[in-house]
């Protein structure tokens, strides 16, 4: 599987963005993914997962703010990001893996490029 990111870009604080992470192959929709995000001097950290069946989460810095969605169809998820704050910015990164269990542990195997994301204030 390859992902390819896309979406990122400069907004004022309070705007939205919306990611697009488009996936090659076959069988998408057996692949749970997940959005992470890494800034400057900081660990890379997640911001939203979507397993096979749908079920989402969301770590409190971004839960009611950020909705990831896929569309199995399209071989693509998505990240819809609103009332973005200047510490949002970041490189963002999809990723993918068939396994659950990984998927939980935030053990991923598949990763696109990362988009960058600006928020000024």
């Known amino acids: 599987v390859q992902l390819q990111a896309s979406g990122g870009g400069l907004v004022q604080a309070g705007g939205s963005l919306r990611l697009s992470c488009v996936a090659s192959?076959?069988?998408?929709?057996?692949?749970?993914t997940a959005w992470f995000r890494q800034a400057p001097g900081k660990q890379r950290e997640l911001v939203a997962r979507i397993t096979t069946g749908g079920s989402t989460y969301y770590p409190d810095s971004v839960k009611g703010r950020f909705t990831i969605s896929r569309d199995n169809a399209g071989n693509t998820v998505f990240l819809q990001m609103n009332s973005l704050k200047p510490e949002d910015t970041a490189d963002y990164y999809c990723a993918a893996t068939p396994n659950i269990l990984r998927a939980l542990k935030s053990e991923y195997d598949y990763w696109g490029q990362g988009t960058l994301v600006t928020v000024s204030s």
């Open positions: 192959g076959s069988f998408f929709s057996r692949y749970n």
